[in-house]
């Protein structure tokens, strides 16, 4: 099946600090792609739907000036967290859509804010 | 509005046994269903789908899924259940349009026991 990676798998950084998370789809292309955020023993909550080549959709409540998505290819989606605080502390899944559909997901990225 | 339910948080079944996974859902057009599994602290894995066709899906590991229009059901099943299908198992349903966003359940831990 389709693979989608994420890069790091784990980030532990400062309060005050920038972290980028990068989310590829290895072996399809993907005009749509997604960042969801996951807290503990909960679903999966949708950041933001990001579109190659277009401004990234927010969904209520969730701040775009601090969650930097940026799709500048057709495989290729990046998260980051600006100024991270230690309630930025979550697990992010990034996933991809392909031409059926379908979405995958990324394996995830543990972000620990010190 | 589309939105899918998860009746169980917990299943418990003894190995070697049958096992369901509830789902229901919600939508006002056609449906894309999915059944997606999560190990600890990993990203999501694409189990099946229905999209059109056979009501019966088979996908990955021996599961099952039967869509149920009717009953607007799309329960996931295995017929002999093993140790290491313990996980995290989400439902996910997304109208058809292409502007839809996928909408996940709340998830349902299944718990195999030797």
């Known amino acids: 099946g389709a693979v989608v990676s994420q890069h790091p798998s784990w980030v532990i950084c400062k309060s005050g600090t920038s972290v980028k998370i990068e989310c590829r789809s290895l072996?399809?292309?993907?005009?749509?792609m997604f960042w969801y955020r996951q807290f503990p023993k909960q679903s999966l909550m949708l950041m933001a739907t990001?579109?190659?080549?277009?401004?990234?959709?927010?969904e209520q409540g969730v701040e775009k000036d601090k969650f930097l998505i940026n799709h500048a290819s057709l495989t290729l989606s990046t998260l980051t967290v600006t100024s991270a605080h230690p309630e930025d502390s979550s697990f992010y899944i990034c996933?991809?859509?392909?031409?059926?559909?379908?979405?995958?997901f990324g394996p995830g990225t543990r972000l620990t804010v010190l | 509005a589309q939105s899918v339910a998860q009746p169980e948080d917990q299943v418990n079944v003894a190995e070697g046994n049958p096992l369901t996974v509830k789902c229901t859902y919600s939508?006002?057009?056609?449906?894309?269903l999915f059944w997606y599994v999560q190990y600890p602290n990993r990203g999501l894995q694409f189990l099946l789908k229905?999209?059109?066709?056979?009501?019966l899906v088979k996908g990955s590991y021996g599961f099952e899924a039967e869509f149920n229009k009717s009953q607007t059901s799309f329960h996931l099943k295995k017929p002999s259940a093993l140790v290491s299908d313990s996980a995290l198992y989400f439902c996910?349903?997304?109208?058809?349009?292409?502007?839809?966003?996928?909408?996940f359940g709340s998830g349902t831990r299944l718990s195999i026991r030797p």
């Open positions: 996910a349903v997304r109208e058809y349009s292409s502007a839809s966003k996928i909408i």
């Open positions: 990001s579109n190659e080549g277009s401004k990234a959709t927010y």
């Open positions: 229905y999209i059109t066709g056979d009501n």
């Open positions: 939508v006002s057009g056609n449906p894309y």
């Open positions: 072996d399809f292309q993907a005009t749509t």
């Open positions: 996933s991809a859509r392909d031409e059926t559909n379908t979405q995958y």
